[in-house]
């Protein structure tokens, strides 16, 4: 399957614009904060945030406990921008326009992104409520095809053929386990493998049976 929808680098330029004309902050760090993490948005000192409705060119998210707002503000000392709800191909958004602030992000300044989500634990030792750091994960919609980066190549984003073997920087990955353990919290974090498909409804037990003989960790429905 073919989609015909192209967004020009003007767009996100234009996004990317608005918003750097409407705050004072300039992030380097973005996090998308899944379901049930939005309140972390909450904690950011010195905050400015916008709704996405009005913010142009911004999908609207349509999810329980998503509130659909982007947050400005400083986390320990950092300027950090939170996505407070994302947006899911479910809601029937193109993956073009899920992965939209993203592009956004990157023309603002941001250099890492901290994605977030709620998903299901098929790994062993995961347990409800525990962490799980993804070191890898399985696009399920990419192997298929499904992916934001068909169509035309805009270079100024990157090589029409990224290499994916360290998408998750190993840096980041190693801080996290430490900061982990400095909390006493080690015993909830662990890493593994993500799969995304595309929900919304949940597995079945033969699928997530499937899923788990095929080494993943977790699955969500986020991209
Ligand atoms: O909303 P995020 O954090 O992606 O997490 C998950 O939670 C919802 C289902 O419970 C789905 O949206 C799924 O992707």
């Not at 326009?97 to 098929?122: C, D």
């Not at 030792?125 to 192997?143: A, E, R, S, V, Y």
């Amino acid at each position: 399957m073919h989609s015909k929808e192209q967004i020009g680098h003007d767009e996100y330029q234009n996004t990317a614009d608005w918003l750097m004309s409407h705050t004072k902050h300039r992030p380097l760090v973005a996090i998308i904060c899944g379901s049930g993490l939005g309140m972390l948005a909450d904690t950011l000192k010195c905050q400015g945030s916008f709704d996405y409705s009005d913010i142009p060119g911004f999908p609207q998210s349509t999810v329980q406990g998503h509130a659909g707002r982007l947050v400005f503000g400083e986390l320990k000392g950092k300027s950090c921008v939170c996505m407070q709800g994302r947006f899911h191909m479910y809601e029937g958004h193109s993956l073009l326009k899920t992965t939209f602030p993203i592009r956004v992000f990157k023309l603002m300044g941001v250099e890492t992104l901290i994605v977030t989500n709620a998903a299901g634990s098929l790994a062993d030792g995961l347990q409800p409520g525990d962490i799980m750091i993804i070191k890898d994960h399985i696009n399920f919609l990419g192997l298929v095809g499904l992916n934001p980066l068909s169509g035309p190549n805009d270079d100024k984003f990157g090589p029409r053929f990224p290499a994916m073997s360290g998408c998750y920087d190993k840096g980041l990955r190693s801080l996290m386990m430490e900061i982990a353990k400095q909390m006493g919290v080690a015993g909830l974090v662990q890493e593994g493998v993500y799969a995304m498909v595309g929900g919304p409804n949940f597995e079945t037990i033969a699928e997530a049976k499937l899923l788990h003989r095929l080494g993943v960790d977790a699955v969500g429905m986020m991209y």
